[in-house]
């Protein structure tokens, strides 16, 4: 079966500070990989989406960036973080070329920047 | 991509059939329609899709009328656990996930 890992959980980061969150897809090859992040009582915001290694699309301006070194490997970072970074942030996978697909997200990671 | 508006918020007592309603005038003919929930510091995750008429599965019913402008979301005897945040998503636009504020669904003893 397909699992996705996310980490970490938490995370209280200074402002100005680096930023490295990774996820991980098991049981699965060559899925669609997605970076959301979800404000306090708000709604999730796509950040990132990715179809292959090396292949990233951004959704919104932001101080923030992703990569994807490995096929089910995503890791989004900054090099300095501010503080309207902080939120929960949620890694996700779909099946590539499926129609219909639904995705499936990983547990978040709430980054707190102070 | 068809815009969909629901309820911010509904509130229910334990044992009510809860219904959650979601417009999508502009829906296009391939879209499928798919609701998620989302538990406090989860993700969210998958409850039913369809594309027509009704939807049932062990969780929840979709009904789609005929002219596929709203779908309902039916939970039948809630309980405290269903206390989530309810999202509708109408079509997948190239294999991205646009989604919206959903309905915050408060469920009371």
């Known amino acids: 079966s397909q699992t996705i890992h996310q980490w970490p959980a938490t995370l209280v980061q200074p402002v100005g500070s680096p930023l490295s969150l990774e996820c991980t897809v098991e049981?699965?090859?060559?899925?669609?990989l997605y970076w959301y992040r979800q404000a306090a009582g708000r709604g999730l915001q796509l950040l990132f989406y990715?179809?292959?290694?090396?292949?990233i699309s951004s959704e919104v301006p932001q101080n923030l960036s992703a990569s994807r070194p490995q096929d089910r490997q995503f890791i989004l970072s900054s090099k300095k973080l501010l503080l309207s970074d902080s939120g929960f942030y949620l890694c996700?996978?779909?099946?590539?070329?499926?129609?219909?697909?639904?995705?499936?997200f990983g547990q978040g990671t709430r980054l707190t920047v102070v | 991509l068809a815009k969909t508006t629901q309820p911010i918020s509904m509130d229910s007592y334990e044992g009510q059939e809860v219904n959650i309603t979601c417009s999508h005038n502009?829906?296009?003919?391939?879209?499928?329609i798919t609701w998620y929930q989302q538990f406090p510091s989860q993700g969210p995750r998958f409850i039913i899709q369809?594309?027509?008429t009704k939807v049932t599965n062990e969780v929840a019913s979709l009904f789609i009328p005929a002219d596929r402008k709203s779908s309902t979301l039916s939970l039948p005897r809630v309980s405290l656990s269903d206390t989530a945040v309810y999202y509708c998503?109408?079509?997948?636009?190239?294999?991205?996930?646009?989604f919206g504020s959903g309905t915050k669904l408060n469920v009371k003893p």
């Open positions: 369809g594309y027509k």
């Open positions: 996700a996978w779909s099946v590539r070329g499926a129609l219909n697909t639904e995705a499936f």
């Open positions: 990715s179809v292959g290694i090396g292949q």
């Open positions: 998503l109408v079509g997948v636009d190239f294999n991205k996930f646009y």
């Open positions: 502009n829906i296009a003919t391939n879209d499928y």
């Open positions: 049981g699965t090859s060559n899925p669609n």
